[in-house]
């Protein structure tokens, strides 16, 4: 009972957390004007960075750790959801909505089947000998830190960013523009994907 | 306190390398489409910052929308075949799926 209420404790906060976010980066400066501050700047917005750069990680470290493959789900739920506000804070509003609508709204629905329709729904992860919990914690330990250091150390020649401005009507015309062939290329993708998907987990059919 | 490129970019950075983590430690197929699904957003995180602060057109944002289109074909085609696994098999570890061995 009280596993419960911290879960749906838990999800409270995080859609409270993300409308927070996309109102007080994406709307309040809108409805402001000029009077309001630069995004990106304010204290206010460093905050917000740090608490949802901490629900993203939270809920991948979550993905990476827990036992039980449902509670995995949730945590990637917590990741995606937390990435998406991480875009609308870097001004890119189509790109988190559609990472809303595609990975929260169908990518998770996917994957939560999946979970549920396969029984062994508890995770076999414990007695896993050969590359276990400290394998997986020596290769972070490998890879974080060198990672990490080039994200900090290496010149990047980053110009101060912008004002946000909405970016669905840029985005339109360059996929019609200078993206048009990878727009269909990936409407082809989705065809044979939506085809192969059918064809691969639909049941055998006796020839005759 | 100012949030610049190199915050977003170790964000990126953990989402990967978490990703990693799970994609080589768990023996759950769907466990290891859900890192491969991190993986892809520490890439996103990184390309939309990198048009952030870089030259601020949409270029990143055009590039993350094929790597969403991407991740959602991976995850109906690794799913249905996670599916047929489990018909085959009963069973969804990856370590018993060495059918393709004997």
Known sequence: ?208 | MTITLAHYLVVGALLFALGLVTVSTRRNAVGVLMGVELILNGANVNFVAFERFGNGLVGGHVFALFVIVLAAAEAAVGLAIVLALFQTSKSIDVRQADLLRE
């Open chain 1, 1 to 208: 009972m009280t596993r419960r209420l911290v879960a749906w404790a838990a999800a409270s906060l995080l859609v409270v957390l993300f409308v927070i976010a996309v109102a007080a980066v994406a709307i309040a400066p809108a409805m402001d004007g000029a009077a309001a501050p630069r995004p990106g700047q304010g204290g206010f917005a460093a905050g917000a960075f740090y608490a949802l750069a901490a629900v993203t990680l939270g809920g991948a470290a979550f993905v990476a750790l827990a036992r039980n493959i449902l509670y995995s789900a949730v945590g990637l739920l917590a990741s995606l959801l937390g990435a998406g506000a991480l875009y609308v804070l870097l001004s890119a509003d189509f790109v988190a909505i559609v990472q809303l609508l595609v990975y929260v709204g169908g990518v998770m629905v996917l994957v939560l089947f999946a979970v549920m329709l396969t029984n062994k729904i508890t995770e076999v992860n414990v007695s896993n000998r050969s590359f276990g919990l400290f394998g997986g914690l020596l290769l972070f330990v490998a890879m974080a830190p060198v990672l990490v250091a080039v994200a900090l150390l290496a010149p990047w020649r980053a110009r101060p960013p912008g004002p946000m401005e909405p970016t669905t009507a840029a985005i339109g015309d360059a996929l019609l523009t200078r993206w048009l062939l990878p727009f269909e290329v990936a409407s082809l993708v989705l065809l044979a994907t939506l085809v192969g998907a059918v064809v691969i987990a639909r049941k055998e059919l006796k020839a005759d």
